[in-house]
């Protein structure tokens, strides 16, 4: 599908998907970060018409990282009147978070529980709106490799670009004129100190990972299955127990 439609497709399917609850939702509430796909998706949201919340979250965020997410949300304010952009600060919550649970510190779990304060906030927000909470993962993250603790992706209600690989991403960002340093900064979660990126993580690319989901026989297929067994956890459905009647 040509880029522009596709813009227009996932509009369309959000301000359906909201039509069709039984007790429509007030809002559209969305986590920006500052990067790419929470650009492309608080865009594609706002252009549904509906009342649109921006938020941006910083817990011991680098400057960079921030500075976009306010720039965005400045952006988004400018070009659509249905949308309200708000800062919450979350230092202080994530400081006592960590202090509190100083007997069980450790560096992967408090990023991960900075994303879980960051989706705790927005269902707050969307709570006291009547809204949903609107998520920003993409399809090489949500279903290729489980890297998608991102920026309150910890749960959402719907998830627009989950069909769109991180390329096709970029260049929805390109067709929606999504600022170009947001486009070009190199993608990063945002939840650690050092302000590592997602493909330094990672280890790949994203044109090598999607090449990799898609190739059985590429180079980097090997290391791609590694990534992703690790965290299959994340994507199968909740081991339940199943007692016999």
């Given at each position: 599908m040509e880029v522009n439609k596709k813009v227009l497709f996932i509009k369309d399917w959000i301000l359906n998907y909201v039509n069709s609850m039984p007790t429509k939702a007030k809002s559209l509430v969305i986590g920006i970060s500052g990067g790419i796909d929470s650009?492309?998706?608080?865009t594609l949201s706002a252009m549904t018409g509906l009342k649109t919340i921006a938020i941006s979250m910083p817990i011991k965020q680098?400057?960079?990282?921030?500075?976009?997410?306010?720039?965005?949300?400045?952006?988004?304010?400018?070009?659509?009147?249905?949308?309200?952009?708000?800062?919450i600060e979350l230092d202080d919550l994530f400081n006592t978070f960590e202090k509190t649970l100083s007997n069980f510190n450790n560096e992967h779990g408090m990023a991960n529980s900075r994303a879980r304060l960051r989706m705790s906030t927005l269902y707050q927000v969307a709570?006291?709106?009547?809204?949903?909470?609107?998520?920003?993962?993409?399809k090489v993250e949500d279903f290729g490799v489980g890297f998608y603790t991102k920026y309150g992706d910890g749960g959402v209600d719907i998830s627009p670009i989950a069909d769109c690989n991180k390329t096709e991403v970029w260049e929805l960002g390109n067709e929606l004129n999504i600022l170009k340093e947001i486009v070009e900064a190199p993608p990063t979660d945002g939840l650690w100190d050092d302000g590592r990126t997602d493909e330094g993580q990672l280890g790949l690319s994203y044109k090598e990972l999607e090449e990799a989901m898609n190739n059985e026989n590429s180079i980097n297929r090997d290391k791609y299955i590694k990534i992703r067994n690790a965290n299959l956890h994340k994507m199968d459905p909740i081991p339940v127990c199943k007692i016999p009647k």
């Open positions: 650009s492309v998706s608080s680098k400057s960079i990282q921030h500075d976009l997410s306010l720039k965005h949300q400045e952006w988004l304010k400018k070009n659509f009147k249905n949308v309200s952009g708000f800062t709570s006291a709106n009547n809204g949903i909470v609107v998520g920003t993962g993409n």
